[in-house]
Structures are given as C-alpha cells and as structure tokens.
T-cell receptor
Framework: GQSLEQPSEVTAVEGAIVQINCTYQ??????LSWYQQHDGGAPTFLSY????GLEETGRFSSFLSRSDSYGYLLLQELQMKDSASYFC?????????????FGAGTQVVVTP | DVKVTQSSRYLVKRTGEKVFLECVQD?????MFWYRQDPGLGLRLIYF???????EKGDIPEGYSVSREKKERFSLILESASTNQTSMYLC???FGRGNSPLHFGNGTRLTVT
C-alpha cells in the first residue's frame, strides 16, 4: 500500500484557499517535496521542505513537521490554471538515496 | 531549462514483444529514473541509474530492465511485454545526490494488447 497518504480530490472555487495534506506512516524521512502535474503533462517540481516550518513561494506555501510525519501544500488565491494533480514525495533514510516515494496524488479541481 | 525527452508519446505493442522506451536529457545530470504512473497509485519507481552503466532497482523492477551506455540516455526495456504493463511511463533526471528536484519528461503511454 501507499506509504504516503493524500486526499484523492479537492474541489474549490477561484480565489479560494486549498490545503493538501500529506502524511507518512513511519517516522523519519529526508524532507518533503511537492510536484504539480497538469493533465497530459509532465510532473514539475514545486517545493521542497528540508526543515520543519513553512516555505512560501508566491501563492503556494508548503509546510513540514517531521516529528508528526506530516506536511501540507497550501494553494492561495486559486486560479483556473491551478487545476492539476499534486503529489508529495519523500526519501526515507532506510532507502537507497535515489528512491523517492510518491503519494497517489491529489486532483485539485478549480471551478469558476 | 532542463529538457528530458522521451522518444515516443504513444506506443501500442503486442503481448510478448520486446519494447524499448528511450529517454534523453540535455543537462549532464548524473541521475536518471524510470517511473510508472497508474491511477490511484501515484508514481512508482522501476529503476534508476546514478552513473553510466550503473543501475539500481526501484520498487517494481520485475519484468523490466534498463540500459545506460551514455550519460544522457537511459533506456527502459520490457523483455516480453504483458498486458499488465499497460501504463504511463515517465523518465526523470536529477543532479547529484540528496534531494535535488526531479525533472520529468512528458511520458510515454504504452498499451500492450
């Protein structure tokens, strides 16, 4: 099964705020990454949290709490172009360095 | 900008055929990866390579092999394609070790009939 859990779908209206949670079932991992993928497109890197706390990049913010094995991606001032799938990813200390684990993805649907 | 190019966008193959998926990156990245993407399962790592001729199994290597003869090129091989290998295949590359971001290609949608 999935080691990383995220909601399968979130729907919100333009201008709203959406939070996508990502939880990891076992303790210990090297940071949390987020990727965005539009339909038919390649996943693209959004953010990486190496340390606990909030990282802000424009309308998007990402948060990490390593002690809680939990993080989230916050999308503010939603725009239609934000409709996409969002994946969280981690690398576990017990894995070979190249083995990133991805969540199943959250489909964000932005409505007018 | 890093460019990761996958040779085919769509492929249709028959069961039992040998299939080659090719990937080329233009940024001199050491690392290259092959992922498989299926609905509800996210991205699952098949193989990755951290140097020419070096490879390491990912989480689902069964039924696949890889080749990296040149730094910029990473090939995924299905020795005998089966219908359960129908999927979207994504190639990625990254720089160095640690948590450098992955740069993905646009994917190859493979259908095995």
């Amino acid at each position: 099964g999935q080691s990383l859990e995220q909601p399968s779908e979130v729907t919100a209206v333009e201008g709203a705020i959406v939070q996508i949670n990502c939880t990891y079932q076992t303790s210990g991992f090297y940071g949390l990454s987020w990727y965005q993928q539009h339909d038919g497109g390649a996943p693209t890197f959004l953010s990486y949290n190496a340390l606990d706390g909030l990282e802000e990049t424009g309308r998007f913010s990402s948060f990490l709490s390593r002690s809680d094995s939990y993080g989230y991606l916050l999308l503010q001032e939603l725009q239609m172009k934000d409709s996409a799938s969002y994946f969280c990813a981690v690398r576990r200390p017990t894995d070979s360095w190249g083995k990133f684990q991805f969540g199943a993805g959250t489909q964000v649907v932005v409505t007018p | 900008d890093v460019k990761v190019t996958q040779s085919s966008r769509y492929l249709v193959k028959r069961t039992g055929e040998k299939v080659f998926l090719e990937c080329v990156q233009d940024m001199d990245h050491e690392n290259m990866f092959w992922y498989r993407q299926d609905p509800g399962l996210g991205l699952r790592l098949i193989y990755f390579s951290y140097d020419v001729k070096m490879k390491e199994k990912g989480d689902i290597p069964e039924g696949y092999s890889v080749s990296r003869e040149k730094k910029e090129r990473f090939s995924l091989i299905l020795e005998s394609a089966s219908t359960n290998q129908t999927s979207m295949y994504l190639c990625a590359s990254s720089f160095g070790r640690g948590n450098s971001p992955l740069h993905f290609g646009n994917g190859t949608r493979l259908t095995v009939t």
